[in-house]
């Protein structure tokens, strides 16, 4: 059974970085795009970036332009969120999640698997 497991949360002062992790476990074929998504207490979950099964396209969404990067080790079943310039408003549960299919989407519904999430505090 595959599960995803996010990793690398914690708090931070505003204009601080984190890398989230989220690892792929229990099935060696991945070709399936990956995304992060984030919901906040009162707010519906929200797309932040994902990246297609290779590696090589990604979709960056509004909140994170600019800001965060994602990327993916292929050979580890690990994708990465970079976050850079974080703000308090970037506070949130973040989700890890994989697609049905290989390309990248903003779709809350194209993913089928979700990890348990991991919080990020930024704190002004």
């Known amino acids: 059974q595959v599960q995803l497991v996010e990793s690398g949360g914690g708090s931070v002062q505003d204009g601080g970085s984190l890398r989230l992790s989220c690892v792929a476990s229990g099935r060696t074929d991945r070709r399936y795009a990956m995304g992060w998504f984030r919901q906040s207490p009162g707010k519906e979950r929200e797309f932040v970036a994902a990246i297609g099964w290779s590696g090589a396209s990604t979709r960056i969404g509004d909140v994170a332009k600019g800001r965060f990067s994602v990327s993916r080790d292929t050979g580890k079943n690990t994708i990465f969120l970079h976050m850079s310039n974080l703000k308090p408003e970037d506070t949130a549960m973040y989700y890890c999640?994989?697609?049905?299919?290989?390309?990248?989407?903003?779709?809350?519904?194209?993913?089928?698997?979700w990890g348990p999430g991991v919080l990020v505090n930024v704190s002004s």
């Open positions: 999640a994989e697609a049905f299919g290989g390309s990248p989407s903003e779709d809350f519904f194209e993913y089928n698997l």
